[in-house]
């Protein structure tokens, strides 16, 4: 199984795939009708008319929500698992998951203390 | 394990002080918490923590190390308590506590005998220093620093996670002594060795070894110069300790592969270091390439291991550490009273603070390698492990000494030849007692140590 020969399917299937998309660009891009014209180069948005710059700075309290969403996302995420070997593990498990859960209660109060999830201020 | 509960514990309360109206507590509560943690390392018996799957392990080079990177924490956050007298930060415990989360990182790369920790203990040691690069919010620098520590520190861990990768796929195990045993035969496979290969790579940019040093001086220059502290020292000792047990492990073979490379880039880091360190204008510039410099000298230890070795190894970083630390809270000394980073800064200061400049003077004697100070004696044992055929490492190693001469003694010649008044250029102001304690502590320590070295070198037996 450790031959480089082993391999030798999913290098096809990379050539294949690879394939795939470049003939059907260079085709297309071959094969279609091209017109060009303002209007026909303008970004489509649904039909209404493009306003402004799609680079305006966002408000920090977005990524604030953001990356405290994914921490404690990820916190949840860790009780399935647990929750699956509830029993097999005894107190000892809950001892451990305890601490955990502790460690991310203990972020939680620092970051509302801090104002992180104070939006109007 | 209990040191890395106690600093853990030091670092969640420093954080919840500083929200909750103790300010002025937050830094000696972490300098306290570091003392007890540093107690409890020497009371602690050497002992296989057996309840974490006996993933790390103290030994007795493991807890010099950390004893040393905990001791230097201390001196940079005295350092630090100079800096609060003078201005109000809002942050300093966030930083405090950043500080300390890396540090458990240290200790958990001295430690390991898993490469999962080693991995996480990279992880740890980094992350939060991105962040503490990045601290002077406003200051275009301390950005750009930080941004570069990260993409290099990222891209470097994720070479070293490449090797590890190819080790487990090699020898089927992340357990360091079944590594080193599949290491020990005479022939490995092709998948091993480049897998030793990478993460020899990665601990190269960790070290800040030439061709992979170039985020060095930068990082150095832009970080605020009590943090820049904590990079060129403990985070030195932690990479190169990593470095060392996982060398000892993996390439304590001749037919090594990374042997050869090691010997090239000890040449590269030392010849170019030094010469670079020559045309430096600016003193945290200077001391970032004197850091590649050293990086090149705790190289050479790497040629040829052998347990007298570790000692010398430690002895020779615990020189370099201090020195620097020396030398730096006289930089943050100079930026407090408003002066520039070039050598220009240092002018008349041996005229306006005797006492500070003679520590700060002895450090660099230090750095030289001159005779009674634990620089001479690092670098005296370092010559001592080369052998006769390695003579061109010797002649190597005492050319780059004497070279170094030249660019310490730009700040000597700054600090007591120059010909402006002292009180022209160098505003008569008191050096805070933090300070002076520092510097204090680093100068006499390195020649306490330097006349008595044994002291030393024996708490490694």
Known sequence: MNTPSSYLPIIIQLLVALGFVIT???ASHLIGPKR?????????????????????????????????????????????????????MGWHGFAAVSIFVGFFLIGFAYVYKRGALEWDK | MSVIIVILLTAILVLFLHIFEGRQWVNPLAIL????????????????????????????????????????TILVFFINQSRLKLEEDTNNGDKLGLVLFSLCGAILLFTFTNITMLFLGIEILSIPLYVIASSSKHDLHSNEAGLKYFLM????????????????????????????????????????ALGAFFVGIGFFFKVAAIPFHFWTPDVYEG??????????????????????????????????????????????TVVVGTLTALVQENAKRMIAYSSIVNSGFLLMFFLNPSSDILSYF?????????????????????????????????????????????????????????????????????????????????????????????????IFNGMYFSNKKASAIVAPEVVSPYLNFVVGFCALSLIIIGLFPDFYLNIFQ
Do not use: H
Request: charged content about 10%; overall charge negative; aromatic content about 16%.
């Open chain 1, 24 to 26: 059907t660009l260079v």
């Open chain 2, 223 to 268: 970080t605020p110069s009590i943090w820049a502290t904590y990079f060129a020292t403990v985070v030195k000792i932690a990479s190169f300790g990593a470095f060392f047990r996982l060398y000892i492990l993996l390439g304590n073979v001749d037919n090594s592969p990374l042997y050869k490379v090691l010997v090239l880039i000890i040449i590269l």
């Open chain 2, 314 to 410: 430690g002895l020779f970083i615990l020189g370099y550490g201090l020195a620097t630390i020396g030398i730096f809270s006289a930089i943050v000394y100079l930026e407090s009273i408003g002066n520039s980073n070039g050598f220009e800064g240092f002018d008349g200061l041996g005229r306006s603070q005797p006492l500070f400049s003679l520590g700060v003077a002895i450090c660099l004697l230090s750095l030289a390698g001159i005779p009674l100070t634990v620089g001479f004696l690092g670098k005296f044992y370092l010559l001592m492990s080369l052998s006769f055929d390695q003579w061109w490492m010797i002649l190597l190693v005492i050319a780059s000494s004497i070279i170094s001469i030249v660019y310490y003694f730009r």
């Open chain 2, 153 to 192: 520190g990222s891209f470097a861990t994720s070479i070293i996670l490449f090797g590890m990768a190819l080790i487990f796929g090699a020898t089927n195990s992340l357990d360091i002594m079944t590594i080193s045993e599949y290491f020990s035969q005479a022939e490995i496979s092709k998948m091993a």
């Open chain 1, 36 to 88: 060009k014209g303002n209007k026909k180069d303008e970004a489509f948005e649904c039909g209404i008319d493009g306003v402004g710059n799609a680079r305006v700075p966002f408000s920090i309290k977005y990524f604030m929500t953001a990356i405290l969403f994914v921490l404690f996302d990820v916190e949840v995420v860790f009780f399935y698992p647990y929750a699956v070997n509830f029993k097999e």
């Open chain 2, 33 to 72: 918490g570091l003392s007890l943690s540093f107690i409890i390392l020497c009371l602690e018996n050497n002992s296989l923590w057996g309840d974490y799957s006996s993933m790390i392990y103290m030994t007795q080079f493991a807890k010099v190390f950390t004893g040393t990177a905990i001791i230097f």
